[in-house]
């Protein structure tokens, strides 16, 4: 058996379907991760939702921000939904779309194996975050989204405030907060102060802040991490972060990297799109 995690997918579903390929992927034995934003931009969320989900369980899917904003749209009026582009609107307008969106919302925002000794998320961990404490936070916002309420979690999520997650945040503050950190996150300070308007690469930050793997006194874990959403970044590998996305959606690849291997192995194909400069979330 296989174990593969695959970086930011974000509708490009014939790179998808070629990388899977390129896998040898056997449904019966092997198992994919997704790293969160499967959905915007690449032309084909439609069916890269279908594929993925016709995988059963044998797919684990963490949230993106992507996702999680096609959620919400989908709770709009359809006068604002009508302001969205062809792609989005083809899952919206699927004879499937329930099934689809249902589907979506009850998938998690963090994924622990320690038996492969790794740990997905889409973005990042707050540098005072445990193995415990983000899983703690994840399950907070889970609950939310996979219960009877969560059109609420869904209006209330959006926002910068508050920017550094706490133990003493309650509600909505600290479901924002833990969406942020775990979908958003790229830079923070040594306090865990998230810095949203960063989203180049390591060394253009603002001065006082760090990529989020790399922040000076920060809780040491033992489990690997890994995770997408910062194209910019690139491929990264070390200080026990994996960052698999590499920018399929801007004419970059898509990549997989395999978490059973006794050194994780990289396994790509090239985008079909034009390289075209990174416009960040």
Not at 55 to 66: D, E, Q, R, Y
Request: net charge positive.
């Amino acid at each position: 058996m296989a174990t593969y995690a695959i970086g930011d997918v974000q509708g490009c579903y014939d790179e998808l379907a070629r990388l899977i390929d390129k896998l040898k992927f056997d449904i019966t034995r092997d198992a994919l991760w997704f790293c969160g934003d499967l959905v915007n931009r690449g032309g084909q969320s439609l069916e890269v939702l279908r594929l993925i989900r016709s995988i059963g369980a044998n797919a684990t899917v963490v949230l993106g921000n992507h996702d999680l904003s096609l959620l919400a749209i989908a709770e709009r009026k359809p006068s604002e939904q009508n302001k969205l582009s062809a792609e989005l609107r083809a899952v919206l307008d699927a004879p499937d779309r329930d099934t689809l969106l249902l589907w979506l919302r009850t998938r998690k925002l963090l994924h622990v194996d320690h038996e492969l000794g790794f740990l997905m998320v889409h973005a990042g961990l707050a540098p005072g975050w445990s193995v415990h404490d983000a899983e703690a936070a994840a399950h907070g916002v889970e609950t939310r989204l996979h219960g009877p309420n969560y059109r609420r979690l869904l209006k209330v999520m959006y926002g910068n405030k508050p920017d550094v997650w706490t133990s003493k945040l309650r509600g909505n503050d600290r479901m924002r907060a833990s969406i942020n950190v775990l979908t958003r996150m790229r830079f923070c300070d040594v306090r865990g102060k998230l810095a949203f308007r960063d989203k180049g690469a390591p060394g253009t930050q603002q001065p006082g802040y760090y990529p989020w793997f790399s922040v000076p006194g920060m809780i040491k874990r033992d489990l690997r991490i890994v995770c997408g959403h910062w194209s910019t970044l690139g491929l990264f590998r070390g200080l026990g972060t994996y960052a698999i996305d590499t920018g399929c959606v801007w004419g970059g690849s898509l990549t997989a990297i395999r978490l059973d291997d006794d050194e994780p192995r990289l396994i790509s194909v090239k985008s079909t799109l034009p390289r075209i400069a990174d416009l960040g979330d």
